[in-house]
Nanobody, 128 residues
Framework: EVQLQASGGGLVQAGGSLRLSCAAS????????IGWFRQAPGKGREGVSCVSSSDGSTVYQDSVKGRFTISSDNAKNTVYLQMNSLKPEDTAVYYCAADPLGRFSGYYYLGGYGMEYWGKGTQVTVSS
């Protein structure tokens, strides 16, 4: 059974940092692509960042470039999203998702396509 467990959300002031974790199980992690997505109140879901566990390649949404860093620890089957310089507009429920076969490019995943499994979200709230 595929499981994706997101954690690390919380309440932080603008300018602060949080690190989200996505613990994965039930598939071959080294072949996969894993991404972070978010959904703010009243808005649609958007892709934030994705990483290929096979080659470590990463992609980011423009609004988070230079502030967020995605990384993959293949020994722990875990993907992290380090979020620095947080802004109130980063407030959202953050979800991790996986394509166990890593079939597509990172930007395809960011567009909301290709991910087969989704975890439950973790709330990130940034106060001004």
């Amino acid at each position: 059974e595929v499981q994706l467990q997101a954690s690390g959300g919380g309440l932080v002031q603008a300018g602060g940092s949080l690190r989200l974790s996505c613990a994965a199980s039930g598939f071959t992690f080294d072949d996969s692509a894993i991404g972070w997505f978010r959904q703010a109140p009243g808005k649609g879901r958007e892709g934030v960042s994705c990483v290929s566990s096979s080659d470590g390649s990463t992609v980011y949404q423009d609004s988070v470039k230079g502030r967020f860093t995605i990384s993959s620890d293949n020994a722990k089957n875990t993907v992290y999203l380090q979020m620095n310089s947080l802004k109130p507009e980063d407030t959202a429920v953050y979800y991790c998702a996986a394509d166990p076969l890593g079939r597509f490019s990172g930007y395809y995943y960011l567009g909301g396509y290709g991910m087969e499994y989704w975890g439950k979200g973790t709330q990130v709230t940034v106060s001004s």
